[in-house]
Every structure is written in structure tokens, then in C-alpha cells.
């Protein structure tokens, strides 16, 4: 496992910062959604609630992860779950209110500055007619960018994270990966790849950057 710099050990800092999207780059998802759904005069819940206990939505989503589906046909099957005649753009009516997590943002572009190897790690929900990394103008962040849709793999899956450290072209001793779902770390730990679980957006930057060696990033 990579030792941060100054822990006693002649071992360097890791090369390598992998980064997950929602949950980690970005926050208010949760209120976004809450928001569009009163904004639809659906309760608060109903977007989690018909994410993750109708199961036809569930297999959906699944597809749009993997680019089996795209966002747009996505949008179009989905909105009779929610009781909904408008299905144009609904994926990003739902996530318009989301901001960038502008403290993490800022440790990124330390860490490139610094030489590392950035990464983007993310499950998709699509990115026609919503691009979400382009709405939050996160795409100039990374060197790597690996989307589950673009690549037919999601996290947890072994094989995205392999992916991910060939094309950054780093051993995974080398890397941090943060993430905001625990069930995402443990592939990326069995590769060697030190990780941080974002439960904390302050907590998460501070870990990263004293793994890192870099200096405390301000809070913004």
C-alpha cells in the first residue's frame, strides 16, 4: 500500500488519483432530486424510491451504466414510472441543481499541477442530452477519463478498475482511488490501490492530500 511522504518510510507519494463523480466531485445531489420532484408535484422520496425499489427501473439503469441503453431512451421509459408525460431531458431536470464539490475540485488540479496522473472513475447515467461532467465543466480535471458507458463496464466490476490503472499506465500500489459507495472500494484495494471512502467532502480531501504529500487545499 502507498505511504504519503514524510511517514517515516523512504517510500514516495503515490502518481496516481483516482476519483469517482457523484458523491465525490460533485454534492446536493440529494437535494436536487427532493427539489425536482416537488418542482413535478411528486413526493419528495420519489426519485430514490423508484431508482431502487421498481425493478423494472432498477434494470434500466443497469443498461444505462453499460451504454446498453442510452440517457435519452432512458429518460423516455422511465417517466410513466414516475407518473410523468414529459420525459424530455428528465435525467438532467433531475440533477440541475447539483454543484461541484469545489474543495475536492480544487485537490485535483493540485494534484495534476503537483504531477500526478488524474483519473475519472464513474458509473454513468448517460451523457445525451445531459452531460453531467460538462455541466459541472469537470472534464478538463482528468488525464484518464473512463466511463461505464463508453467502456460496457461498471464499478465493481474487477475488470473497470484494471482498465482504469492501464490507461493511466500506473501499478495500483501507486493510486488512490475515492469513492462514496463502500461496495467500490474493495476491488480497487485487491489491486493494491490505496482507498478513501468519501463520506466527508473536508474529511476526503484532507486524507487524500496528507497521502498525496501535497499541502492542505483550502476550503472554498
Request: charged share 20%; glycine share 8%.
Amino acid at each position: 500500500m502507498a505511504q504519503p511522504h514524510g511517514n517515516g518510510t523512504d517510500r514516495p507519494p503515490p502518481r496516481g488519483l483516482i476519483l469517482d463523480f457523484a458523491g465525490v466531485l460533485t454534492r446536493g445531489a440529494a437535494a436536487s432530486h427532493r427539489a425536482w420532484c416537488e418542482r413535478e408535484g411528486l413526493d419528495p422520496g420519489a426519485w430514490w424510491r423508484t431508482l431502487n425499489d421498481d425493478p423494472a427501473v432498477r434494470a434500466l439503469y443497469a443498461d444505462l451504466e453499460v451504454g446498453r441503453i442510452g440517457q435519452a431512451e432512458w429518460n423516455r421509459r422511465v417517466a410513466p414510472a414516475f407518473g410523468l408525460a414529459d420525459h424530455v431531458d428528465l435525467m438532467g431536470r433531475a440533477w440541475s441543481a447539483v454543484r461541484p464539490a469545489t474543495r475536492m475540485i480544487a485537490l485535483a488540479r493540485a494534484a495534476r499541477a503537483a504531477g500526478c496522473t488524474v483519473a475519472l472513475l464513474s458509473n454513468s447515467f448517460g451523457t445525451d442530452p445531459y452531460d453531467p461532467y460538462a455541466a459541472l465543466g469537470l472534464w478538463e480535471l482528468f488525464d484518464v477519463a473512463v466511463i461505464s458507458e463508453r467502456v460496457g463496464l461498471a464499478k465493481p466490476d474487477p475488470a473497470v478498475y484494471r482498465l482504469v490503472l492501464e490507461r493511466m499506465g500506473l501499478p495500483g500500489r501507486e493510486c488512490v482511488f475515492v469513492d462514496d459507495q463502500p461496495a467500490n472500494l474493495p476491488p480497487a484495494r485487491a489491486l493494491g490501490v490505496t482507498t478513501v471512502l468519501a463520506e466527508d467532502e473536508h474529511a476526503a480531501v484532507e486524507r487524500v492530500a496528507a497521502l498525496l504529500g501535497l499541502p492542505p487545499v483550502a476550503a472554498r
